[in-house]
């Protein structure tokens, strides 16, 4: 049986607040996150704690729902850790844990950011020479069908901003060929825009 208590976190907007004020009530040694639209399977806890015995960081495996998802964002069926930024890997914080003694000596999640805690603090923890790693047993199924619409998409772009920023002086690359080719995507789709599936990602990728 789980000791579950509910912390309000209302008086600060944002993921990162509420995970911080979750972690600030925690006890344990060992903090484990997970997003509230998503579904843990059988071993993902008990995968990403036997995981904490080698690491500071742990990262878990997140399923994306739909082939064709999958396929208009050129990403494998399970993201283990990604260095789409041609950096270094980081994982999603649905998928996270944390020790609790690293969580504080990094100050916890950057609320600065709308959408890129999970990266900024990954890629903070690993500058810090805190051990990063993964545990691709543990598994988390995103529940919802949709991943975020225009609005949220042009947060993550607000924050690729903003981690180049900060990091660009760690060795940060900037990215201008990937830029390049979603603006080569974005035009080559105008004409499938009818439909639904290529102007779901189309929006997004606009978006950002």
């Known amino acids: 049986r789980l000791a579950i208590r509910v912390v309000d976190s209302s008086a600060r907007r944002g993921n990162a607040a509420a995970r911080n004020i979750g972690a600030a009530a925690a006890r344990g040694s060992i903090l484990v996150f ?3 639209d998503d579904e843990a399977t059988p071993r993902w806890l008990s995968s990403l704690v036997a995981c904490a ?15 064709w998802q999958r396929r208009e964002l ?11 930024y041609g950096w270094l890997p980081y994982g ?31 890629w903070r923890a690993q500058l810090a020479g805190l051990k990063f790693g993964y545990c691709g047993e543990s598994v988390v199924r995103k529940r919802s069908k949709s991943r975020g619409g ?13 981690l180049y920023q900060r990091f660009r002086k760690s ?15 974005l035009t ?4 499938m ?5 290529v102007r779901f990602v189309w929006v997004r990728t606009f978006g950002q």
Not at 108 to 115: C, I, T
Not at 188 to 191: E, G, H, I, T, Y
Not at 193 to 197: D, I, K, S
């Open 34 to 36: 997970i997003d509230q």
């Open 53 to 67: 015995a080698g690491c500071d960081v742990a990262v878990g495996a997140l399923p994306i729902s739909r082939d």
């Open 74 to 84: 050129d990403q494998s069926s399970t993201q283990a850790p990604v260095n789409s």
């Open 92 to 122: 999603l914080s649905a998928n996270m844990l944390i020790r609790q003694s690293a969580f504080h000596s990094l100050g916890g999640f950057d609320e600065s950011f709308e959408s890129a805690t999970d990266l900024d603090i990954c």
């Open 150 to 162: 225009f609005q949220q998409h042009r947060s993550f772009g607000r924050d690729d901003v903003q």
């Open 171 to 185: 060795g940060m690359p900037r990215r201008v060929t990937p830029a390049i080719r979603r603006i080569a995507w």
């Open 188 to 191: 080559s789709r105008v004409p």
């Open 193 to 197: 825009l009818w439909q639904g599936q």
